[in-house]
Structures are given as C-alpha cells and as structure tokens.
C-alpha cells in the first residue's frame, strides 16, 4: 500500500492545520493506522493510533489538541491539528499496518510533510 500525506505547512502558535494520509488502496482491510512526526533532530516518536472510531489512541502531549479519523470510503487518514505549539514542529509521517491476508508485507510508510510552527 502506498501512503501520501499532504497538508502540511507554516503556521503560527495557536493555529490549525488538517493533515491527510491517502492510500492507493482500500483501507478498509488495514486493521490500525499511525500518525508518527519527527522533530529536528530527534527521534520519530507515536503521535497517535487509530483502529476504529471507537478506537483511538494518543500521545500524552497531544491529547485534547489533535484528533486522528479515518474514512474508508476514500480510502484517507486525517489529523487535525489544533492549539499547535512550537514543539509541534517537525515531518510528520502516515503508517499503516498490511492489509488483512498480506500479514507478511511490511507496514506501509508515506514520504512526510512538513509542520513548521514558529511566530
């Protein structure tokens, strides 16, 4: 499966953007798929998980801030992100686990886009 993100940009402290992972394929079969970022250099590190819409998970320091959806339909990821601060800042990055029946694939990866929060 291919992943593309998009959205990404400048904004400034406090600002919103809304980010989208689009797949070549139907996601319908793809179990959870993750929003990762990485920082200048830092490590890439979980921003958030999502299996279901029931079924999402966050890290502690963007909790109440950013939501993760998905909608199978158009086969699309999204992160919305509010209240962004500087230490937002960084390549954010859409993953996904294989599709069901292609458990030996690897996860797919999308090529990033950029997130720059600075006044």
């Known amino acids: 499966v291919q992943l593309v993100e998009s959205g990404g940009g400048w904004v400034q402290p406090g600002g919103s953007l809304r980010l989208t992972c689009s797949a070549s394929?139907?996601?319908?079969?793809?179990?959870?798929m993750r929003w990762h970022r990485e920082a200048p250099g830092g490590q890439r590190e979980l921003v958030g998980r999502i299996r279901t819409e029931d079924f999402v998970r966050y890290a502690d320091s963007v909790k109440g801030r950013f939501t993760i959806s998905r909608d199978n339909a158009k086969n699309q990821m999204f992160l919305q992100m509010n209240a962004l601060k500087v230490e937002d800042t960084g390549v954010y990055y859409c993953?996904?686990?294989?599709?069901?029946?292609?458990?030996?694939?690897?996860?797919?990866w999308g090529q990033g886009t950029q997130v720059a929060v600075s006044s």
């Open positions: 394929e139907n996601i319908l079969g793809i179990e959870e």
């Open positions: 993953n996904a686990d294989p599709p069901f029946g292609r458990v030996a694939d690897p996860d797919s």
